[in-house]
T-cell receptor, first 112, second 113 residues
Framework: SQQGEEDPQALSIQEGENATMNCSYKTSINNLQWYRQNSGRGLVHLIL?????REKHSGRLRVTLDTSKKSSSLLITASRAADTASYFCATDSGAGSYQLTFGKGTKLSVIP | GAGVSQSPSNKVTEKGKDVELRCDPISGHTALYWYRQSLGQGLEFLIYFQGNSAPDKSGLPSDRFSAERTGGSVSTLTIQRTQQEDSAVYLC???????????FGSGTRLTVV
C-alpha cells in the first residue's frame, strides 16, 4: 500500500485562487517532500519539511506537517496557469531509510 | 552536468528484446535512484545506489531487471526479455546525500509492442 496518499486526486481552480492539496501517510518519517510533475516526465523537487518542523514557506508555497495526524498539506497561493501539473508527496519510512515512497499525486488544473 | 540526463528519451521495443536505459547523475551526487511510473500512477521504487555500498535491489520486479553503476557515476538499467507490462516511464534521480531533495531526469518512456 502507498505510504503517501494525496487528496484530492484532481483539483480545478481559477487563476488567482489558492490551491490546497493534502497528503496522508502511515508510518513515522524523517522528512516529507513535495514534488511537481509536468506532462508525465521528470519531477521537480519543491520543498522538504523535516519531522520536527510544522510549517515551511517557499515563495508562493506553504507546507504544513502534522506528525500526530500523519498528514501534510501543500498550499499554492495566487495560482497561475503555469502551476498546472501533478503534485506528489514523498515520504521516507523513518530512521535509516533512504527510499522515498511517492503517492499517486494530485492533478491540479489552473484555468486562465 | 547541470542536471540528471537520461537516454534515450523514448524507446519502442519488441516483446522479448533486451533494452538498456542510461542515467548520468549530477556530478558529485553519491545517491542514485531508479523509479518507474506507469500511466496515471505514482512512482514505484526499483533500485538505489549509494557510493560504493552494495545497491538496494529490493524494488526490482523480477530477475529480468538489473542495474549497475560504474565508477560511482553513470548507471544503466537493463531489462531482459521485455514484456508489455514493462511499458512505463523509467525515471532516474540523484541526490547529494540520502534523503535530501532528489533531482530527477526527464525519464525514458519505454513502450513494449
Amino acid at each position: 500500500s502507498q505510504q503517501g496518499e494525496e487528496d484530492p486526486q484532481a483539483l480545478s481552480i481559477q487563476e488567482g485562487e489558492n490551491a490546497t492539496m493534502n497528503c496522508s501517510y502511515k508510518t513515522s518519517i524523517n522528512n516529507l517532500q513535495w514534488y511537481r510533475q509536468n506532462s508525465g516526465r521528470g519531477l521537480v523537487h519543491l520543498i522538504l519539511i523535516r519531522s520536527n518542523e510544522r510549517e515551511k514557506h517557499s515563495g508562493r508555497l506553504r507546507v504544513t506537517l502534522d506528525t500526530s495526524k500523519k498528514s501534510s498539506s501543500l498550499l499554492i497561493t495566487a495560482s497561475r496557469a503555469a502551476d498546472t501539473a501533478s503534485y506528489f508527496c514523498a515520504t521516507d519510512s523513518g530512521a535509516g531509510s533512504y527510499q522515498l515512497t511517492f503517492g499517486k499525486g494530485t492533478k491540479l488544473s489552473v484555468i486562465p | 552536468g547541470a542536471g540528471v540526463s537520461q537516454s534515450p528519451s523514448n524507446k519502442v521495443t519488441e516483446k522479448g528484446k533486451d533494452v538498456e536505459l542510461r542515467c548520468d547523475p549530477i556530478s558529485g551526487h553519491t545517491a542514485l535512484y531508479w523509479y518507474r511510473q506507469s500511466l496515471g500512477q505514482g512512482l514505484e521504487f526499483l533500485i538505489y545506489f549509494q557510493g560504493n555500498s552494495a545497491p538496494d535491489k529490493s524494488g526490482l520486479p523480477s530477475d529480468r531487471f538489473s542495474a549497475e553503476r560504474t565508477g560511482g557515476s553513470v548507471s544503466t538499467l537493463t531489462i531482459q526479455r521485455t514484456q508489455q507490462e514493462d511499458s512505463a516511464v523509467y525515471l532516474c534521480a540523484s541526490s547529494p546525500i540520502v534523503n535530501y531533495g532528489y533531482t530527477f531526469g526527464s525519464g525514458t518512456r519505454l513502450t513494449v509492442v
